[in-house]
């Protein structure tokens, strides 16, 4: 259980700070790092902020209710481990709900962060694959194959997203959560 409530605390920590910094720039998620770069890259680079900024724009009210929901959700996660840790009598059903509201935001966050990626690969790719390969980066060679890697990333993310929620459901909502809360079966 302690493990748990570890990952439990890690994963709404994480949660409030990212929907915090996304609320204040929900574009520094899809920002280009600064890196060393030369100035071939550093061009390409500079060429590229409008097209993010652009893109942003379009998809601004729909990041920033989504940072909402991530602070709302990293907040709700901290009680629920809160009482768990403490043994209140609510932890339990506190801890179940941040499982289920959990696989709803896994589920509901990639559609949009794609849509975002998708966008900015294909008004920018050929610019971006020039500015990465530039500072010493392995990219994809075609927007095609760096499109890919967005979506297999994306799904990497769902299915640890969705086994963390799951453990969570088996755990407390199994015979060892009952047992912890005294819960007869």
């Known amino acids: 259980m302690i493990v748990l409530a ?18 204040r720039d929900p574009g520094a998620q899809f920002s280009i790092r600064n890196v060393a770069r030369g100035p071939a890259a550093e061009e390409a680079a500079r060429k590229l902020e409008p ?10 009210p729909a ?6 929901v991530s602070i709302a959700l990293g907040a709700f996660i901290l009680y629920a481990v809160a009482a768990v840790l403490s ?6 059903r506190l801890a179940l709900l941040t499982a289920i509201f959990g696989i709803a935001y896994v589920l509901a966050g990639p559609p949009l962060t794609l849509s975002v990626w998708k966008e900015f690969v294909v008004a920018g790719g050929p610019l971006l694959l020039e500015s990465l390969s530039a500072a ?3 990219v994809a060679q075609t927007q095609a194959e760096l499109l890919a890697a967005l979506h297999m990333t994306a799904g990497l993310v769902v299915v ?3 086994g963390w929620c799951v453990l969570v459901l088996v755990y407390f909502g ?6 912890l809360y005294g819960i007869r079966p």
């Open 6 to 23: 570890a990952t439990m605390l890690l994963f709404g920590g994480r949660d409030l700070v990212s929907g915090l910094l996304a609320l």
């Open 51 to 60: 097209i993010v900024a652009g893109v942003i724009d379009r998809h601004r």
């Open 63 to 68: 990041l920033r209710a989504m940072a909402i």
């Open 87 to 92: 043994r209140d009598r609510n932890g339990r």
């Open 136 to 138: 010493g980066q392995a």
């Open 160 to 162: 640890a997203g969705l």
């Open 174 to 179: 199994g015979r060892r959560g009952r047992e």
